[in-house]
């Protein structure tokens, strides 16, 4: 049986335990709120940063998207924003291995949900070829705007009551 010298040196042990891991957490909390990850697509022309919740704060153009249509801008806000957050992972473990520890159980379970909440971005399209001969493929159809659905004509009916060529209204 343990006597009371053991029990307390348990207890102080166990108490200094928690006081350690809870500042490490602390300091862990600190940098995650530090995070600002900024990421660029289209050479640049389109820049945005997300900040330690994965959410954009900042989005930045150059003149060079005047050269684009308003959907590749978006799609390449899109696309920034998706290289950015894919990286929030790598940088929530880096941080919890410089204050917690892989080894926590807890600090693991931080990881692998950044992880899952911020997948790997989706792949780069190639550059642009450059301007030349390039081949294009066209339908009929795409020259001509489309055509509204015809509406179906109402039935005819033939045994319509419509008191042949009499007026329903009289004058008297």
Avoid at 32 to 59: C, M, R
Wanted: hydrophobic share 35%; glycine share 6%; net charge negative.
């Amino acid at each position: 049986m343990a006597d009371l010298s053991d029990i307390e040196r348990m207890l102080g042990d166990w108490e200094r335990n928690a006081v350690e891991r809870s500042q490490r957490f602390q300091a862990m909390q600190h940098e995650v709120e530090q995070i600002s990850i900024t990421e660029s697509v289209a050479n640049g022309a389109v820049s945005v940063t997300v900040g330690n919740n994965g959410i954009p704060t900042d989005v930045r153009m150059t003149d060079a998207v005047r050269g684009m249509s308003p959907d590749e801008i978006a799609a390449n806000v899109l696309k920034a924003m998706q290289k950015a957050q894919s990286k929030y992972p790598q940088v929530i473990q880096e941080i919890v291995a410089g204050t917690v520890g892989e080894s926590d159980s807890a600090a693991q379970h931080i990881v692998r949900t950044a992880a899952e909440n911020f997948p790997e971005a989706p792949p780069e399209d190639p550059e642009p070829p450059a301007p030349g001969r390039q081949l294009r493929i066209e339908n009929e159809a795409d020259d001509e705007p489309p055509r509204p659905p015809r509406r179906p004509a109402p039935p005819r009916r033939d045994d319509d009551d419509d008191f042949g060529d009499q007026s329903f209204l009289r004058r008297d």
